[in-house]
Nanobody, 122 residues
Framework: QEQFVESGGGLVQPGGSLRLSCAAS????????IGWFRKVRQAPWKDRER???????????NYADSVKGRFTISRDNAKNTVYLQMNSLKPEDTAVYYC????????????WGQGTHVTVSS
């Protein structure tokens, strides 16, 4: 089955760090731009928020204002994996994190995985 497998979530205290991984399964990730999204479980009426995206070669990245300066996206095409380093975590970062692929960062719609849960709490 062609999809991403997200991992690395967990419980962390405010100010802590986590590194999420998004591994492509059944397809070649380097053909696509890949983005990280998150959805707050306690707000089901809200859409998933795109928080970061990286271009196919890794040369271009962008971030939502809510995570800029704290999160860093990277990719290792040899490992078919994209990462999200999350530092200075805040309680409002608590969410389920997903990744998706597309031809550009404005068209991310393929290979959604099951997500990984991140909880930031003391």
């Amino acid at each position: 089955q062609e999809q991403f497998v997200e991992s690395g979530g967990g419980l962390v205290q405010p100010g802590g760090s986590l590194r999420l991984s998004c591994a492509a399964s059944g397809f070649t990730a380097n053909r696509y731009a890949i983005g990280w999204f998150r959805k707050v479980r306690q707000a089901p009426w809200k859409d998933r928020e795109r928080i970061s995206c990286i271009g196919r070669s890794g040369g271009s990245t962008n971030y939502a204002d809510s995570v800029k300066g704290r999160f860093t996206i990277s990719r290792d095409n040899a490992k078919n994996t994209v990462y999200l380093q999350m530092n200075s975590l805040k309680p409002e970062d608590t969410a389920v994190y997903y990744c998706a692929a597309g031809p550009t960062c404005d068209l991310l719609h393929k290979y959604w995985g099951q997500g990984t849960h991140v909880t930031v709490s003391s």
